[in-house]
């Protein structure tokens, strides 16, 4: 096991955003959230990767347990080294061109040496499919090429872990599937991933499981085939209607 967090609580001005969260992840698992807008989802995220305090909880990853809301900087920084965040909103540096970005995080966060940093992500722009784009400025992308600069710049330290927090939420359809494929394509690759989504036949066709959020606590969990096929709670049968009728 990869990771397990136990009992994590997150409130913002008196409003519990996370109450008694548990989640566990696997090597290989594809983990996707899922439920409506304000359940916690992207909270839960950030706050797996330190983007947000927990108030309560705690944190095992790779073998080493943590008190989430006592964990120091060295700590946090030490299971950062092992993770991949890609944002809904790209968070790309506007003065730097693509390559620049992704070698950012090499140079400066792991001290890799200039030309084994942009060597490595050469390659993993050639990964997500933009090799021919990696002198170009976020300004002269698109947003999937934005995206897909995101996820390069995530995949080039080799992380145990990778979180997506809804990564095509700012996209247009046509968008949205060049990025759902690139995601896809590092699930077929084994990578171990939670994702944040509402792309729900994405959801159901990759994950290997599910965590349906719902006020502030996981409503209902199970592999990803029985929770769209047969789910559990009244809850998740509202949620998924509109889904499933099509």
């Known amino acids: 096991m990869i990771l397990e967090a136990r009992g994590i609580k997150k409130q913002f001005d008196g409003m519990q955003v996370l109450n008694g969260i548990d989640v566990s992840v696997d090597q290989g698992d594809v983990v996707a959230v899922l439920g409506p807008s304000g359940g916690g989802k992207t909270t839960l995220l950030r706050c797996l990767n330190f983007l947000e305090r927990a108030d309560e909880g705690t944190l095992c990853f ?43 995080g090499l140079r400066y966060a792991r001290g890799v040496k200039k030309a084994e940093a942009y060597e490595k992500a050469a390659a993993a722009l050639d990964r997500v499919g933009l090799k021919n784009w990696a002198g170009h400025y976020p300004h002269q992308l698109s947003g999937g090429q934005q995206q897909r600069v995101a ?63 719902d006020n502030a606590v996981i409503a209902e969990e199970s592999g990803a085939e029985a929770f769209f096929e047969h789910p559990k709670t009244e809850r998740a049968r509202e949620f998924l209607s509109g889904f499933l009728q099509k």
């Open 62 to 104: 790779d073998g080493v347990t943590y008190d989430l809301p006592k964990m120091k900087k060295k700590e946090i920084r030490a299971v950062r080294m092992k993770t991949g965040f890609v944002f809904q909103s790209f968070n790309l540096f506007a003065n730097k061109t693509a390559i620049d970005n992704v070698a950012a």
């Open 151 to 213: 996820i390069a710049r995530a995949i080039v330290t080799s992380p145990e872990l990778l979180y997506f927090d809804e990564p095509t939420s700012a996209l247009d359809p046509e968008l949205t599937t060049e990025v759902l494929s690139v995601i896809r394509s590092l699930a077929e690759e084994g990578r171990t991933m939670v994702v944040v989504t509402h792309e729900m036949a994405f959801a159901r066709s990759l994950a290997s499981r599910v965590l349906f959020m």
